[in-house]
């Protein structure tokens, strides 16, 4: 007769007669759990985790994969491997019951941080000493979106972010000091404003990215093998956390370690840590990623409506505004590639109007023109 008073939450989990009492009860099985617990009522709190742990195994299956699965058995193995963190006494055990209980220790684990990773919410080590340090007195802002919509954020210095999905953004209220610093988790496009003299910096899983003033994207999510800039304008410089020359980068004005131009991509290996070569981007790769198409941005005499229309185009941004009351306006202007609001705030100047931002959405406000 087994003592179940023995037991701990997972031992109860891994019972095959208590998980059919919990997925598939009989009179049977019923009765004995039944009676079991009224003579055993110090285990309810034991036995209701052990009623967690196997209906939440039971609901996640409809949303992993099994590549997921597989996935997190791997990383379970290598913990385990390395920590020794599985133990089984081989001496006393028949082979088949060893297999049977390392591979039911594995499922319950491998399920056990799936369902942590996709149903709690939590940050990553890498994140939190990121954001330790870009710690500014002014206080750090958290931007998390958790619609199925991009998210624009408007920072202090009048650059602009593109926040897509299940990405999160760190950043000061206002930039202070000698550097501008965020920090992401998942997927955004930036718009820098041009200051030469306080530099950009973008702490993105174990990669650094440093601007003076650009457009690009970065992808790193943290659960991806991969960490992946794309530019559009300007030039990127990315290197690591630990590469060795990392503060002396981080010091200078200048741009260091690795370059990216515009058009170009570079992928960094996390598993491997390290940087595969940087390659040509084609037109339809770029249209494809959530970035903005290169655009002159020169107008003469163009009546306003195509103006915003080109912009909403350009940047994925919904611009609204009274159509037919600014249509005798026009614009003759260049605006080369500053950021998004400062091409907005120019246009305002000059048909005389104002703007604000909600909900990801510019609204356009003013009295039209004669």
């Not at 960094?268 to 595969?276: E, L, T």
């Not at 091409?343 to 305002?348: A, Q, S």
Request: with cysteine; charged share 25%.
């Amino acid at each position: 007769m087994l003592d179940y008073r023995k037991y701990t939450a997972n031992d109860f989990a891994l019972d095959t007669d208590f998980r059919k009492w919990i997925l598939h009860p009989s009179p049977e099985l019923s009765a004995f759990w039944e009676k079991w617990l009224a003579e055993n009522p110090d285990q309810t709190e034991k036995i209701q985790l052990a009623k967690n742990i196997v209906l939440a195994i039971r609901n996640a299956q409809d949303e992993i994969s099994e590549e997921e699965i597989a996935e997190a058995v791997a990383k379970i193995v290598d913990a385990a491997e390395e920590r020794k963190i599985l133990k089984v006494d081989f001496w006393r055990t028949p082979l088949f019951r060893r297999l049977s209980i390392a591979a039911s220790l594995l499922l319950v684990a491998a399920f056990a941080w799936l369902i942590n990773a996709k149903f709690t919410k939590h940050d990553s080590p890498i994140y939190q000493e990121a954001v330790a340090q870009i710690s500014e007195k002014n206080g750090i802002i958290e931007t998390e979106n958790n619609s199925d919509h991009t998210q624009l954020i408007t920072l202090s210095d009048g650059s602009t972010v593109i926040l897509q999905p299940k990405s999160k953004l760190s950043y000061p209220e206002k930039f202070t000091g000698e550097k501008r610093q965020v920090v992401l988790s998942g997927e955004a496009f930036f718009e820098v404003a041009k200051n030469a003299n306080q530099p950009f910096f973008v702490f993105a899983n174990e990669l650094v990215a440093k601007v003076l003033g650009t457009s690009f994207t970065i992808k790193a999510f943290e659960s991806d093998k991969n960490v992946q800039v794309f530019v559009k304008s300007g030039k990127v410089s990315v290197f690591t956390q630990k590469d060795a020359k990392s503060e002396s980068y981080k010091e200078r004005k200048d741009l260091q370690g690795i370059l990216i131009l515009p058009n170009q991509q570079v992928t960094f290996i996390r598993p491997k840590w390290q940087f595969a070569k940087p390659e040509i981007l084609s037109v339809p790769q770029i249209v494809a990623l959530p970035s903005i198409q290169r655009e002159n941005f020169v107008f003469k005499r163009i009546p306003v409506n195509e103006v915003f229309a080109t912009l909403e185009k350009s940047y994925g941004i919904e611009i609204i505004y009274d159509k037919n009351l600014m249509a005798s306006c026009q614009l003759t202007a260049e605006l080369g590639d500053e950021p998004l609001f400062e091409k907005i705030n120019l246009i305002c100047k000059v048909i005389e109007a104002t703007y604000t931002e909600k909900d990801g959405q510019i609204f356009i406000e003013g009295k039209g023109c004669n």
